[in-house]
């Protein structure tokens, strides 16, 4: 997928997801097959408040490109120097979140909509940030939206077409509503409909799970990339899976254990030398739990885990997990 000056390789990205999606996992996902990632939501108006911890989200490094740095607010001038500030850290694009259902996310900002997926209630607002924005970088800019607010206003397909106008140069569309946050099943449809509405690339987000669904929604929808989501949690490896079956049809095995193991070690490594190992380690508890997950005595396992403080410590748990398959 062509995305302004760099082309995007393979069909699968990962989303930003909240508390996940840092420097180390972005990394890992790529080095599985993740052809594009996007950091973590970065607030525009602690960006230009200049608050320490919102520039440690913005770190890219050279092994993830393309990336680009996801801004949240709803003020399009503070959305425009986020972006310029933003540009210190040299993102390939600039995403503007729109879709994030948290509450917290919907009642920030100075308007009387909020924030994330609430900027949907205000369809001409959306476009005004996206035009601030695109003034403000020389990147592309792109745009992240649901299916709309709630039942009563779905309007993915108008808000995607002012978003375009204003000078968008890509569309990324979860299919449920804000009301729905994560359930019942994605609306692909919706996607289908922005696809064919706009001339910018789109990109499919909402229950893609393995690589079969990925071909699905590529196939339902026309869309030109799927984005992946919670099923990348402690399952990055699942970007290899699409590549493979996208481009030969293979279905491959699940990692094994021994590897499973290997990457979880190496992603809370990796944690561990970016963010320094105690706070690393509070973060990695629930990285673990999702690499634990399905094994027998997962539960047992989970809750050693979440006692993890040190990585001295999640190497006696991977060395416990591994004792019990020896004696199976």
């Not at 599985?32 to 490094?61: D, H, I, P, R, W």
């Not at 979440?306 to 591994?322: A, I, K, P, Y």
Request: aromatic fraction near 6%; charged fraction near 25%.
């Amino acid at each position: 997928m062509k995305l302004g000056s760099f082309t995007i390789e393979g069909r699968a990205a990962l989303a930003p997801m909240a508390g996940i999606t840092d420097l180390s996992f972005r990394q890992l996902c790529v080095d599985f097959g993740a052809g594009y990632v996007v950091t973590e939501m970065v607030s525009a108006q602690g960006l230009t408040y200049k608050n320490y911890k919102t520039n440690q989200l913005m770190k890219l490094s050279d092994s993830e490109r393309p990336a680009a740095i996801q801004l949240f607010g709803d003020d399009p001038d503070y959305l425009a120097r986020a972006a310029e500030i933003a540009m210190h850290f040299s993102p390939d694009a600039i995403d503007i979140n729109m879709g994030c259902p948290a509450p917290k996310v919907c009642n920030s900002g100075g308007n009387a909509h909020g924030s994330g997926s609430a900027l949907m209630k205000d369809p001409e607002l959306c476009g005004r940030i996206v035009s601030a924005v695109k003034s403000a970088v020389s990147i592309p800019v792109t745009v992240k939206i649901r299916k709309g607010w709630d039942k009563n206003s779905i309007n993915a397909v108008q808000v995607a077409q002012i978003c375009e106008a204003a000078g968008a140069d890509a569309i990324a569309v979860h299919g449920r509503t804000r009301e729905q946050m994560y359930q019942p099943s994605a609306d692909w449809e919706i996607i289908a409909q922005v696809k064919q509405a706009v001339k910018i690339p789109v990109i499919g987000n909402g229950d893609v799970t393995d690589a079969k669904s990925a071909a699905a929604l590529l196939e339902q929808t026309g869309c030109d990339l799927v984005m992946v989501g919670r099923a990348a949690m402690g399952n990055p490896w699942i970007f290899r899976e699409i590549h493979a079956y996208l481009t030969a049809g293979t279905i491959l095995p699940p990692p094994t254990l021994n590897e499973r193991m290997l990457v979880m070690m190496r992603h809370i490594r990796a944690m561990c030398e970016d963010k320094g190992e105690s706070r690393a380690m509070r973060e990695a508890r629930k990285h673990a739990g999702w690499y634990l997950k399905g094994l027998k005595n997962a539960a047992s396992f989970r809750r050693d885990a979440v006692q993890m403080e040190t990585f001295e410590d999640m190497e006696r748990l991977v060395q416990l997990v591994m004792e019990q398959r020896e004696t199976e």
